[in-house]
């Protein structure tokens, strides 16, 4: 008898402690986190986690209230709950601020649901950011409320900060005279942009022959002049959402004058010719730029073993090569462009001289330099 009741306790032990681990695991909550990060620079990424979703999430709301001194200047979709929709504030400037996601069936994803991006103020200090939810603000696939628990987080500025403002720049090159040059404009610091217009105005000596994109601002559409020709002309950037991004915005193209010496580049804009996400005037630093023309390179022709140098020839330029008899007849002609150079050409009709020219194009017939003959006998 005594044997039974101990088994009898013993299997009541086991139940119980089997409703114990069930209890537990029904208690456990879903977290919803922001990073508590430090920082020396004017611009910082504040991650929002997700952690312990296990049965999944159908749809969520949560509210972000941060410390006034911070500015939000983009939230980004993470990598978790990516099978929802994030339903970002209309505006940034809002605080607190409300996201959602809402989706048809349960995600049960782990790790960063969205981030953050603040201009933080230059004195030194924490900066709190606080997580929030209602009861019922977090549903699973039957719509029901999942148990949720938030940690807030914080921006430590830890040292302080020089104010550092956006930056165009215009960038500078060198090229060899008469010879086509690249010209980059570039974005640094950029806090989100809307919407923009540059004025560029350059050295008339440069001739501008193409416009392009960049990388950056890809999201914006980019408006090029009428008339390539103008000088002064003017950039747009126009789209429905900042874009934070940086790089190049804009390559210019131009042919380098012949004559060496220093060309500037340059961009101007007035107040409000820059605008954020909430259509703010952005305060932009500009950085002009310039070409520098250095002498063309010489090359050497080789004809029939004899050889005669070209001065100030571009890669543009053609060479042509006339053969000629005794009696000044001509035997025929050769055409190169100065691409190909090293050029060697050999006497195969057994002329007495050659005469060497060096022409702009074949189209223009215009004479770079004067002939040079080469006696071929």
Same mark, same amino acid.
């Given at each position: 008898?005594?044997?039974?009741?101990?088994?009898?306790?013993?299997?009541?032990?086991?139940?119980?402690?089997?409703?114990?681990?069930?209890?537990?695991?029904?208690?456990?909550?879903?977290?919803?986190?922001?990073?508590?990060?430090?920082?020396?620079?004017?611009?910082?990424? =504040?991650?929002?986690? @997700? !952690?312990?979703?296990?049965?999944?999430?159908?749809?969520?709301? /949560? &509210? $972000? %209230?941060?410390?006034?001194?911070?500015?939000?200047?983009?939230?980004?979709?993470?990598?978790?709950?990516?099978?929802?929709?994030?339903?970002?504030p209309?505006?940034?400037?809002?605080?607190?601020?409300?996201?959602?996601?809402?989706?048809?069936?349960?995600?049960?994803?782990?790790?960063?649901?969205?981030?953050?991006?603040?201009?933080?103020?230059?004195?030194?200090?924490?900066?709190?950011?606080?997580?929030?939810?209602?009861?019922?603000?977090? =549903?699973?696939?039957? @719509? !029901?409320?999942?148990?949720?628990?938030?940690?807030?987080?914080? /921006? &430590? $500025? %830890?040292?302080?900060?020089?104010?550092?403002?956006?930056?165009?720049?215009?960038?500078?090159?060198?090229?060899?005279?008469?010879?086509?040059?690249?010209?980059?404009?570039?974005?640094?610091?950029?806090?989100?942009?809307?919407?923009?217009?540059?004025?560029?105005?350059?050295?008339?000596?440069?001739?501008?022959?193409?416009?392009?994109?960049?990388a950056?601002?890809?999201?914006?559409?980019?408006?090029?002049?009428?008339?390539?020709?103008?000088?002064?002309?003017?950039?747009?950037?126009d789209?429905?959402?900042?874009?934070s991004?940086?790089?190049?915005?804009?390559?210019?193209?131009?042919?380098?004058?012949t004559?060496?010496?220093?060309?500037?580049?340059?961009?101007?804009?007035t107040?409000?010719?820059?605008?954020?996400?909430?259509?703010?005037?952005?305060?932009?630093?500009?950085?002009?730029?310039?070409?520098?023309?250095?002498?063309?390179?010489?090359?050497?022709?080789?004809?029939?073993?004899?050889?005669?140098?070209?001065?100030?020839?571009?890669?543009?330029?053609?060479?042509l090569?006339?053969?000629?008899?005794?009696s000044?007849?001509?035997?025929?002609?050769?055409?190169?462009?100065?691409?190909?150079?090293?050029?060697?050409?050999?006497?195969?009709?057994?002329?007495a001289?050659?005469?060497?020219?060096?022409?702009?194009?074949?189209?223009?017939?215009?004479?770079?330099?004067?002939?040079?003959?080469?006696?071929?006998?």
């Amino acid at each position: 008898m005594k044997k039974y009741k101990i088994i009898s306790f013993l299997i009541t032990m086991v139940m119980m402690m089997s409703l114990s681990v069930t209890v537990i695991k029904a208690d456990t909550a879903v977290t919803i986190a922001a990073d508590k990060v430090t920082t020396d620079g004017r611009n910082i990424s =504040v991650p929002i986690r @997700l !952690s312990g979703n296990i049965g999944g999430i159908c749809g969520a709301a /949560i &509210t $972000v %209230s941060y410390d006034k001194a911070l500015t939000l200047t983009k939230i980004e979709n993470g990598e978790a709950l990516s099978s929802l929709t994030m339903t970002k504030p209309g505006k940034l400037s809002d605080n607190p601020i409300k996201l959602v996601w809402d989706g048809l069936e349960a995600d049960n994803t782990n790790g960063v649901i969205a981030t953050l991006n603040f201009t933080v103020p230059q004195d030194t200090g924490i900066y709190n950011i606080s997580i929030s939810c209602e009861d019922g603000d977090i =549903v699973d696939g039957n @719509l !029901s409320p999942v148990n949720v628990s938030t940690e807030n987080g914080s /921006i &430590t $500025v %830890s040292g302080e900060i020089t104010e550092q403002k956006p930056t165009i720049s215009i960038g500078s090159a060198t090229a060899k005279a008469g010879s086509q040059v690249k010209v980059p404009i570039s974005l640094s610091g950029n806090t989100g942009i809307c919407g923009a217009s540059l004025e560029i105005s350059y050295d008339s000596a440069l001739v501008l022959s193409d416009i392009s994109a960049g990388a950056a601002l890809s999201s914006l559409v980019m408006t090029k002049p009428g008339n390539i020709s103008s000088n002064p002309f003017k950039l747009v950037w126009d789209g429905l959402d900042a874009d934070s991004s940086n790089g190049t915005i804009a390559v210019l193209t131009f042919t380098a004058p012949t004559e060496t010496g220093s060309y500037n580049i340059s961009a101007a804009y007035t107040d409000g010719d820059i605008v954020d996400g909430d259509l703010s005037p952005v305060d932009m630093k500009i950085n002009q730029g310039q070409i520098k023309v250095e002498a063309a390179e010489s090359i050497t022709v080789e004809i029939g073993g004899k050889q005669v140098n070209l001065p100030e020839v571009i890669s543009s330029n053609n060479i042509l090569i006339a053969f000629y008899e005794n009696s000044g007849t001509m035997i025929s002609v050769k055409s190169y462009s100065a691409k190909d150079i090293p050029i060697k050409v050999t006497n195969t009709q057994n002329a007495a001289y050659a005469k060497v020219m060096v022409w702009e194009s074949l189209n223009t017939l215009k004479p770079v330099c004067n002939a040079q003959t080469v006696n071929l006998k």
